[in-house]
């Protein structure tokens, strides 16, 4: 006990403070697809986890480097609501604010206090509960196969791709291949109507294009949807799958003058019926 | 029973048209007092059910009205009361957000029913004549012996009443709060501090406004507080078409929340929110 | 066949789309020699739209042998026609014996979209309403039409022009028509000088649908181009026409509430149903209610041999169902909330069901004038046997009118009388010094009701 009140941070085992919440804002805003988020923390950085079902998982990861301060003592994790996160980062709205973040121990509160930039005389602190939670899925050891198409694209050109990706589909189908068409995705389930849309692997929006094989896959158009918010804030994305489908989209936003921040997301292919 | 108004200058238009927006966005109906020198509206009068709050303007006529002439329908009354649709009054002086327009008027007449006329004089780009829109708004005519249902409420009691600089964040808070408790407490203490508190069961969300400055302060109590219904709270922020950014808060312990908007000195907008149990 | 476009040109026929879209659920594209065109109808056919597209917008225009039409879903139109943004190229194709559209845009960035519809079936329509001459004629700007437009709330339905030759009035209302004392009434005059052509040579009052007004003035406001009204009398078609360096060529054809108040019979509606155009005009002469209409004939591409082994079956049913299309277009139907709410109290609503035999009969004496055409079964519009037609009376008698408001003394209201019961309450009470104005917390549970002596 009394060595932890010398310590700055007294009894707290995890204290960050961010200067701008937007892009983390955002980031967390991107994965709210589900109602619980697991977070962990430590000496690596922050990260939090939602999944739905066992089809798909996003992660958003900070490094250290992204937060003005960071201070964590051993691997702290917890659950928490993703929607609570998500509405207390929003109170102030569009208004720009800085963050500070604490944590105490095992089943103590999440505290978030934020101070909005446009009055000092003003502040918000929320308390929010935490729980237990299980691991996360690991799925990135299925990716580190050698023979992965990967495509690395601009952001938001990838993100109006995907926006306008006909929304009465019920699946889309991923093309990824060394031969035409290079990337393509095809709407599936639509009465009447089959929409498609091709990108060049010389597209000005390919930063890199390294496929080996064809790779042709379907996936639920619900779950590509649930990528949209975090691929409107992107700058960078890259597109990953393996022989079978399972699809990897790893995207990077750029905080305000801050490191990188990231948000991964797997996604497992559809069965083939037909 | 006569009455007809006119106004002229653009200013008051806008914010005119402002008060009767904020109103329109309040609720579906809304009451219109007409006095010898004064104009009110009241909204939500009847507070049993709603999910807004009671929210009355009290208009000095002559800071609007260059010509302002209201006749009783006895020489004994003082009032003409009119119930209507806000949403159609909202609609009715839409036509003055945008600029051009010359003059506008109002007038009690009877067409098939009685009616405020909104007539608006536009003057065009293309065209150096006006043009004439003119909306009739039905009105239902609130007989003498009703009038006791309708009067002016008066502002309330409060030990404290603290003045908010700037509302922005304060609106923007409420709308967001209303989603994480039903009910938002107010804490004010004399130093000129304000605390909003909202719990759930998953968080606690506590935010503070210091600073502020102190317009009324009753008694010793060194602090007040009341609980109020988080919707109604912010129904009455996420109305507000009003330029202005100054509002003050008068606390009447565990009674109710008063928020007045000084439009200008003789144009005041005014919401009571009641206490919830706790 | 192949169509094709440069960007900016395809950017056009995507906000045609867009318009053609608020009218009707179906897109019936006609291709002929000099030029390509949409149409759409609306659910009560009581407006169709058409966009025409001269062959000169075209960079490829593979002119097809003889005259030809299908339909296709709006739904899957619009979805191509939505981001135009990035195209830079556009290629149409029928495809597959003609069951296929085939849409390639060719976009910024290398990317390349490309959309297959599917034709539902070779299907036209058209009208035979005389569009040339009119006695009224009014131009104006997109601007000054939009400016009268706004003015209107947007669930409004109907939108009354009252014209002659020293000014126009617009209105949601019409003068003398007992209306819901909740409605709120509109009004807008505008002068001659406030249009480009202004020619009213027979003064009239018409009432038509605005929404499709409404649609077709966002497509004239994307063209930057005047909008043309031309109609005769109340009763009479409408049109509205939109002309953009002759290649573009838009009409709108509505129509509008006959303001006659005769109460009229049954079988004489059914008659008017379906008379010819100059048959309406007699009737509406006589002052007798009309259904003033144009009938659309729908119209099949002359057996071809694929299109008959597509649809086997459709061949044995035409005859039946041929009268779906062969019932007048313009037909005025209040079914969902009427701008000029209900009730009215002088108002009646006369609805008429159409007796399927009769209107079959009319149908098929229709379908022998001209041997040359097909019918086809046409799944969206209602059968004949379920077609309303509503007429409101509207009291346009000058007799009927109550007086002129505009007089001083109508500004002067009689008290209305005193309510009977003590009335509401609550609300005083809640200001007496002596009552706490405390309400149970929304999160609480309320056990018992209030025991409240005054209600």
């Known amino acids: 006990m009394a060595e932890e009140t010398q310590s700055p941070y007294g009894e707290y085992k995890f204290v960050a403070r961010l200067d701008h919440i937007k892009t983390f804002n955002q980031a967390i805003k991107s994965i709210c697809f589900n109602d619980y988020g697991m977070l962990q923390v430590s000496e690596d950085g922050l990260r939090i986890t939602v999944e739905q079902g066992k089809s ?219 | 029973m006569k009455f007809r108004a006119l106004m002229q200058d653009p200013l008051y238009m806008r914010e005119f048209q402002a008060i009767v927006a904020t109103l329109a966005k309040l609720a579906k109906d809304c009451v219109m007092i007409l006095g010898s020198r004064q104009m009110h509206f009241i909204v939500n009068e009847d507070q049993s059910s709603a999910a807004s709050p009671l929210v009355w303007a009290s208009i000095a006529a002559e800071e609007y009205f260059p010509e302002y002439r209201m006749e009783a329908a006895r020489p004994d009354q003082e009032y003409i009361v009119l119930g209507m649709s806000s949403a159609n009054l909202g609609r009715a002086f839409s036509v003055l957000r945008g600029g051009g327009v010359n003059s506008c008027k109002l007038k009690l007449q009877r067409i098939q029913f009685p009616c405020i006329s909104v007539i608006a004089s536009v003057l065009l780009s293309s065209s150096t004549e006006a043009r004439e829109v003119v909306h009739d708004v039905p009105v239902t005519i609130i007989p003498a012996s009703d009038w006791s249902a309708y009067v002016v409420p008066r502002v309330p009691n409060s030990q404290l009443a603290l003045s908010l600089p700037s509302l922005r964040l304060l609106r923007s808070l409420i709308d967001k709060l209303k989603n994480v408790s039903p009910s938002l407490e107010f804490q004010a203490s004399f130093d000129g501090e304000l605390n909003v508190i909202a719990t759930s069961e998953m968080s606690t969300v506590t935010s503070r406004f210091q600073k502020l400055l102190i317009r009324n302060l009753v008694g010793s109590q060194q602090e007040t507080s009341c609980s109020v219904d988080s919707r109604k709270a912010s129904a009455f922020f996420g109305a507000l078409q009003l330029p202005n950014d100054e509002l003050t808060i008068g606390i009447d312990r565990e009674h109710s929340i008063h928020l007045q908007i000084d439009v200008r000195q003789d144009v005041v907008l005014h919401s009571i929110l009641p206490a919830v149990c706790m | 066949m192949k169509y094709t476009l440069e960007g900016s040109n395809a950017r056009v026929i995507a906000k045609a789309v867009q318009s053609l879209s608020k009218v009707g ?114 131009r104006g700007d997109h601007k000054l039409f939009t400016d009268i437009s706004s003015n209107f709330n947007s669930s409004e339905e109907e939108l009354t022009l009252e014209a002659n030759s020293g000014s126009v009035v617009a209105k949601n209302y019409i003068e003398g028509a007992r209306v819901n004392d909740k409605f709120m009434r509109t009004q807008l005059k505008l002068k001659p000088s406030e249009f480009d052509q202004y020619q009213v040579t027979k003064e009239t009052i018409i009432t038509f649908c605005i929404k499709e007004f409404r649609a077709f003035l966002l497509f004239a406001e994307c063209l930057n181009a005047s909008l043309t009204l031309e109609f005769d009398d109340a009763g009479m078609p409408f049109l509205l026409k939109i002309k953009k360096h002759a290649e573009i060529e838009c009409l709108l054809i509505m129509s509008t509430l006959s303001p006659d108040d005769v109460s009229f019979s049954e079988d004489y509606c059914q008659r008017d149903l379906t008379v010819q155009d100059a048959d309406v005009r007699e009737t509406v002469s006589k002052g007798k209610n009309s259904a003033p209409g144009p009938n659309v004939t729908s119209k099949r591409k002359s057996s071809t041999s694929e299109t008959a082994a597509v649809q086997p079956k459709r061949r044995l049913e035409d005859s039946q169902l041929e009268t779906s299309l062969e019932t007048p277009l313009f037909q005025f139907r209040h079914s969902e909330a009427p701008s000029v709410q209900q009730p009215r109290i002088l108002a009646e609503v006369d609805t008429v069901v159409l007796i399927e035999d009769e209107a079959e009969q009319e149908a098929l004496m229709l379908a022998a004038a001209d041997a040359a055409l097909e019918a086809s079964m046409a799944p969206a519009p209602a059968p004949p046997n379920s077609t309303e037609v509503c007429f409101f009376n509207t009291d346009s008698s000058k007799e009927g009118r109550p007086p002129e408001t505009s007089s001083e003394d109508d500004e002067t209201i009689p008290q209305s009388p005193e309510r009977p019961n003590k009335m509401r309450t609550i609300f005083s009470r809640c200001f007496q010094s002596t009552y706490v104005p405390r309400e149970p917390s929304p999160n609480t549970q309320i056990y018992a009701p209030n025991s409240d002596t005054e209600d």
């Not at chain 3, 014996?97 to 085939?102: A, E, P, R, S, Y």
């Open chain 1, 56 to 274: 798909i998982q996003a992660t958003l990861f900070m490094p250290p480097g992204a937060f003005k301060e960071f201070f964590v003592q051993d691997f702290q994790s917890f659950g928490l609501k993703m929607n609570v996160l998500s509405e207390c980062l929003n109170l102030f709205g569009p208004a720009d604010c800085s963050l500070r973040m604490m944590f105490r121990d095992q089943g103590d509160p999440l505290r978030i206090t934020l101070y909005p930039y446009e009055d000092e005389d003003v502040s918000t602190e929320c308390a929010i509960k935490t729980m237990d939670c299980e691991e996360p899925i690991d799925y990135d050891k299925n990716l580190k196969d050698t023979d992965v198409n990967v495509i690395f694209v601009k952001g938001p050109n990838l993100s109006k791709v995907f926006h306008e990706l006909e929304k009465s589909a019920e699946e889309f189908e991923f093309v990824t291949s060394p031969d035409r068409p290079h990337f393509k995705i095809t709407t599936v389930g639509i009465m009447q109507a089959v929409f498609s849309v091709e990108v060049a692997k010389t597209s000005p929006m390919m930063m890199m294009f390294n496929c080996k094989q064809t790779v042709v896959a379907r996936y639920k158009s619900q779950q590509i949807r649930m990528t949209n918010k975090a691929m409107q804030s992107a700058t960078k994305v890259a597109i990953k799958t393996n022989s079978i489908g399972l699809l990897e989209l790893h995207l990077v936003m750029q905080g305000e003058g801050q490191e990188e921040i990231f948000v991964q997301f797997f996604i497992i292919p559809l069965l083939h019926t037909d």
């Open chain 3, 25 to 138: 659920k179906e897109m019936f594209i006609e291709i002929d020699q000099q030029s390509l065109q949409m149409r759409a109808i609306n659910a009560t056919q009581s407006a169709v739209g058409s966009i025409s597209f001269k062959r000169s917008v075209f960079e490829v225009f593979d002119a097809p042998n003889s005259d030809f039409y299908c339909k296709i879903s709006m739904k899957g139109c619009l979805a191509v026609f939505r981001n135009m943004n990035e195209v830079e190229y556009c290629e149409l194709n029928i495809l597959d014996n003609q069951t296929n559209l085939q849409v390639n845009l060719r976009c910024k960035l290398e990317t390349t979209k490309e959309a297959t519809i599917s034709i539902i079936d070779d299907q036209n329509i058209n009208t035979n309403i005389n569009t040339d001459q009119m006695p009224n004629l009014i």
